[in-house]
C-alpha cells in the first residue's frame, strides 16, 4: 500500500504545491483574488500558468483543458497539447496566462434551454481559482466556469459560486449583530454521501436497457433480494474489496477526501462517502468521484451504476448532502453552542433555515427531480416527495417552548428566553436518525436526502444557499438598528416558529397518514418531474433569483426547459429500448422456448401413446396467452408514445409521458416479467435480477 499522506492530492495543484512552485509576491496576489474576489492581473496569470504547466509536465502531463459543468448535469472538456511549433521544425512546450484564466470552447450543442440558437457557438469557460486544478488522464485540468458570448451562465458553477456569495454577505450581516467582528467570510460545507451498484460487466453487455438508459427496464424479482436484511454492513466481497482498495488511492491522489465505505442495503449496492468541505470544491470532487468510479470499475471487470433506480423493488441510490455553514475563523454556525449568546445565535439561524425550507419547498423538490429520482423517492429507505424538516425531539422541545411560552422539559418550570437561558448541550446523537426524512437536522450540520445518486449537487446547493441568504437578509433587515437586541431575537425566533413549524415533521415520512397530514398543514406533494417544474416560474421564485443575482430570469426560463426537454428525451429512450427488448430478446426467447416445450412433448407421445403432456401443454398455452398480451400492451405503449412525442409543448409533452406514457410502460413490463419466471434457464433473453445481484 502507498504511503497515504505522499500520494494524497499528489495530483492536485493545491495551496501547498502553490508555495513551493510560485514566488511569494505571486503567490500573496493569488491568495488575495481567492480572499476579496478581486480579478488576477494577467502578469500574476502568466506566473501561474507557468508555475502549473512545469509541474503538470513533471507528472507526465502533455495537455491541458478547461474542464466545466454544463447542463447535461456531467462534466465537459476539450484538450490542448503545451506544444508549440520553433522555426527550427522543433516544438516548445508553453501555457500562458490569457489561456489559464479563459478558453473558448464551442457552446452550440450542449443544452441552453433557448438561450442561444444552434448556429451561435460561440462560449467561454473562466477560471474558478478557488477550486484546484488536477491531472486525470495525462492532462492539466482546470475546474472553471461557463458562459455564453452574451454572458448568460451555460453551467451549473456559476450559479453556485453566486451563491455562496450571497450567502457569504448576508451571514456575515447576522454574525456582525452578535458582535462578531472577526469572521471575514462564511462558507457552506457539504460532504456528499454516495450511492451506487456494482454489476459484472459481461452481464451488463447482455441488458439493453442498462446500456442505454442505467436502469432495468425489466426484471422478476428473485428468489431472494434485500429482505433478509443481510447485505447492510456486510463482509464485503473479495471482488469489490479489490475494487475498493484502487479506488480509494484513486480519489485520495486528487485530494478528494474518501473517508467511508461500506455495503449499503440492496445486494451489490455500496456507498463511499467523504470528509466534508467547501461546497463547490466538493461539487467539483463528486463529479470526478463518480467518473472515477466508473473507470475503476471496468478494470475489474464490474459496471457502476449510478442510476437512481436500476433495480425495481430494491433500495435506490441516493446521495445525501451533508449540509452546514462555517466562518473562516472555525465556527460552525449550526452548531447549538454552551453559551447564552451563542445559543441565540444559533436558534436565530435555526429559524431562518426552517424558514427557508418552509417558504421554498417547490424549490428543493425541483432541485432534485429527474425521471430517475422519481422512481426512487417515496420508498426504501428514500425520503418522500413532500419536503419536511425533521429537527428530533430535543430541538422540537426547545422551539415549542419559545413558540407557546411553555417551560422547557429540561429547565424545571422556567421558560425558555433566548439570550438569557444556556440551551442544554445536544449530542450530535440526542436522537435516533429519521431515513426517511427529506431534510434532517443531524448534530452540527442538514443532511439533505432526497438527491438522487447521479445528481450535481451543484443545483440542489445552489438552491439551499440561496434560500437561506433570502432569509438571513430578512432577518438583518429587521434587527440591525435593534434597540432591545435579545428582545427582539426572541420575538423574530418565537414569530418565525409559529409561522413555519408545518414543515417539521419528526414522525414516519413513509406513513399513509402523513400524505393527509402534509396536505392539511398545506405542503406540497410533488410527486413528478413536471409537477414540480411547474412551480418554478412562479413570481416568488424569479423575483428571489433575480434580485440575490444567482440566476437572471433568462436563465431560469432556459433551466425549466432543459429540465423538461431532458425529462422528455430520457422518457422516449426508456420506451424505443423497451420495445426493442421485447420485439428482439423477450418475444423470441418465448417462441424458442415453447418450440421446445410443444417439441418435447411430440416426441414423448411418440413414445409413450398414453401421454396427455398436460403440464407442457399447460404451459404452452400460458406463455402463448401472454405473448399475445405482451404484443397488444407493447402496441398500445407504441402508440401512446408516438402520440406523446408529437406534443410540441415541453410541459404539456412531458405530464403526458409522467401520466400516460409510464404507467403502460408499466403495464407492458408486469406480463413481460410474468413471462420471466415462466422461460427455461437456458431459453431466458437475458441476464436475470438474479444474475446481476449476486454474480459479483
Not at 229 to 255: C, H, N, S, T
Not at 279 to 305: F, I, P, W, Y
Not at 324 to 336: A, F, H, R, V
Amino acid at each position: 500500500m502507498a504511503n497515504i499522506p505522499e500520494i494524497f492530492g499528489s495530483m492536485v495543484f493545491n495551496e501547498k504545491v502553490m508555495r513551493e512552485k510560485l514566488p511569494k509576491e505571486t503567490f500573496k496576489a493569488l491568495k488575495k483574488t481567492l480572499k476579496d474576489g478581486t480579478p488576477l492581473q494577467l502578469d500574476v496569470a502568466n506566473v501561474v500558468a507557468h508555475a502549473m504547466k512545469e509541474w503538470a509536465i513533471e507528472k507526465g502531463a502533455t495537455h491541458f483543458t478547461h474542464w466545466f459543468q454544463p447542463l447535461t448535469g456531467i462534466t465537459a472538456e476539450k484538450h490542448d497539447s503545451f506544444i508549440s511549433p520553433t522555426n527550427d521544425g522543433g516544438v516548445i512546450m508553453e501555457f500562458s496566462g490569457k489561456e489559464l484564466v479563459k478558453g473558448e470552447p464551442d457552446a452550440s450543442s450542449f443544452p441552453s434551454g433557448g438561450l442561444r440558437a444552434t448556429f451561435e457557438a460561440r462560449g467561454y469557460t473562466a477560471w474558478d481559482p478557488t477550486s484546484y486544478a488536477f491531472i486525470k488522464d495525462g492532462s492539466l485540468c482546470i475546474p472553471t466556469a461557463f458562459c455564453s458570448y452574451t454572458g448568460e451562465a451555460l453551467d451549473k458553477k456559476t450559479p453556485l459560486l453566486r451563491s455562496m456569495e450571497v450567502l457569504n454577505k448576508q451571514a456575515l450581516r447576522i454574525l456582525r449583530l452578535f458582535g462578531d467582528t472577526e469572521a471575514c467570510r462564511v462558507a457552506t460545507t457539504v460532504g456528499p454521501e454516495q450511492e451506487y451498484f456494482l454489476v459484472d460487466e459481461k452481464l451488463y453487455k447482455q441488458r439493453k436497457d442498462l446500456i442505454y438508459t442505467g436502469r432495468t427496464l425489466f426484471g422478476a424479482s428473485p428468489a431472494k433480494g434485500q429482505e433478509m436484511e443481510d447485505q447492510y454492513f456486510a463482509a464485503i466481497k473479495p471482488r469489490i474489496v479489490e475494487f475498493m482498495q484502487d479506488l480509494d488511492p484513486e480519489l485520495w491522489k486528487l485530494g478528494i477526501l474518501s473517508k467511508t465505505k461500506h455495503n449499503e442495503v440492496a445486494p451489490a449496492q455500496h456507498e463511499m462517502a467523504p470528509i466534508f468541505t467547501t461546497t463547490n470544491l466538493s461539487a467539483d470532487q463528486n463529479q470526478l468521484a463518480m467518473e472515477t468510479m466508473k473507470k475503476v470499475a471496468r478494470r475489474h471487470g464490474l459496471v457502476c451504476l449510478l442510476h437512481e433506480k436500476p433495480f425495481a423493488g430494491l433500495n435506490g441510490s441516493g446521495k445525501h448532502n451533508n449540509w452546514s455553514m462555517s466562518t473562516d475563523t472555525g465556527i460552525n454556525l449550526l452548531e447549538p453552542g454552551d453559551t447564552p449568546r451563542e445559543n441565540a445565535q444559533f436558534l436565530l439561524i435555526l429559524a431562518a433555515v426552517i424558514k427557508a425550507v418552509d417558504e421554498n419547498q417547490d424549490l428543493l423538490r425541483i432541485s432534485v427531480a429527474s425521471a430517475g429520482n422519481d422512481h426512487r423517492l417515496g420508498a426504501n429507505e428514500a425520503p418522500p416527495a413532500i419536503i419536511s424538516m425533521f429537527l428530533g425531539e430535543e430541538l422540537e422541545a426547545v422551539l415549542d417552548s419559545i413558540r407557546d411560552d411553555k417551560p422547557y422539559s429540561q429547565k424545571a418550570k422556567q421558560l425558555m428566553k433566548i439570550g438569557v437561558d444556556v440551551l442544554p448541550a445536544i449530542p450530535k446523537d440526542a436522537t435516533d436518525r429519521n431515513r426517511t426524512s427529506p431534510f434532517a437536522f443531524t448534530g452540527n450540520k442538514f443532511e439533505f436526502r432526497s438527491l438522487g445518486s447521479s445528481l450535481s449537487i451543484a443545483g440542489p446547493n445552489t438552491v439551499l444557499n440561496t434560500i437561506v441568504a433570502e432569509s438571513f437578509r430578512e432577518f438583518a433587515d429587521e434587527l440591525e438598528g435593534s434597540k432591545d437586541f435579545n428582545g427582539d431575537v426572541q420575538k423574530l425566533v418565537k414569530k418565525t416558529i409559529t409561522k413555519h413549524s408545518k414543515i417539521i415533521f419528526n414522525g414516519n415520512g413513509y406513513d399513509a397518514g402523513w400524505i393527509a397530514e402534509a396536505e392539511k398543514r398545506g405542503l406540497l406533494n410533488l410527486k413528478t418531474l413536471p409537477d414540480a417544474m411547474a412551480e418554478y416560474l412562479k413570481p416568488k421564485n424569479i423575483k428571489l433569483f433575480t434580485e440575490t443575482g444567482v440566476y437572471t430570469e433568462t436563465e431560469m426560463k432556459s433551466r425549466y426547459e432543459i429540465k423538461l426537454e431532458t425529462y422528455c428525451k430520457v422518457l422516449n429512450i426508456e420506451v424505443q429500448t423497451m420495445l426493442e427488448m421485447i420485439k428482439k430478446d423477450i418475444l423470441p426467447a418465448a417462441f424458442g422456448y415453447m418450440k421446445e416445450v410443444s417439441t418435447t412433448a411430440l416426441k414423448i407421445r411418440e413414445v409413450v401413446n398414453s401421454a396427455k403432456c398436460t403440464s407442457e401443454s399447460g404451459l404452452v398455452q400460458k406463455l402463448s396467452g401472454l405473448a399475445d398480451e405482451l404484443s397488444v400492451k407493447s402496441e398500445e405503449l407504441a402508440k401512446k408514445h408516438l402520440e406523446t412525442k408529437k406534443i410540441a409543448d415541453s410541459m404539456e409533452c412531458a405530464h403526458e409521458y409522467a401520466y400516460t406514457v409510464i404507467p403502460a410502460m408499466a403495464e407492458t413490463r408486469a406480463v413481460a416479467d410474468e413471462m420471466e419466471t415462466l422461460i427455461g434457464e437456458q431459453f431466458k433473453p437475458f441476464p436475470t435480477y438474479g444474475d446481476l445481484l449476486f454474480y459479483q
